[in-house]
């Protein structure tokens, strides 16, 4: 054997071993009745980000912003990637990155009138409370 060959199980010995990554996403869906309107949450938690999907009917995407805290400004930056910077998804995208610390992605499909937009951030605020582990 020459310099340099080995024999197919001393290579396999000497390669190292990688362990099985860990999923690192998840799916929580709560819902609640808000108002006059059946509303659905989904978070999809990954690592250091998750997307909030609110709406009350299945498989429609509505306005869409990700937002996110910088290390350079006191307030979080947003970019609305479907609407305008006036909808409903840019300001909780807003309120829950200075929150969580974390980028967010919240997608809107829902029509807020009168005191249905406080009602929907409480309705989030308390799921955020009760469970810091899905966002």
């Not at 009745?33 to 659905?40: G, H, N, R, T, W």
């Not at 909030?52 to 869409?64: D, K, M, V």
């Not at 980028?103 to 809107?108: A, D, G, H, K, M």
Request: include cysteine; proline fraction near 7%; charged fraction near 20%.
């Amino acid at each position: 054997m020459a310099d340099g060959e080995r024999v197919g199980d001393e290579v396999a010995d000497k390669v190292p071993r990688m362990d099985e990554p860990t999923p690192s996403i998840s799916v929580h869906t709560f819902h609640d009745q808000i108002m006059d309107s059946e509303c659905f949450f989904q978070v999809i938690k990954l690592e250091d980000s998750f997307h909030l999907w609110i709406g009350n009917t299945p498989a429609t995407f509505g306005s869409f912003t990700v937002a996110m805290q910088t290390k350079f400004d006191k307030l979080p930056s947003s970019v609305p990637l479907i609407g305008g910077s006036d909808s409903p998804s840019n300001s909780l995208a807003l309120q829950l990155a200075k929150k969580t610390g974390k980028q967010v992605f919240v997608s809107c499909n829902l029509a807020f009138h009168g005191q249905m937009m406080p009602l929907v951030e409480k309705r989030i605020s308390q799921e955020l409370n009760k469970h810091p582990e899905y966002f």
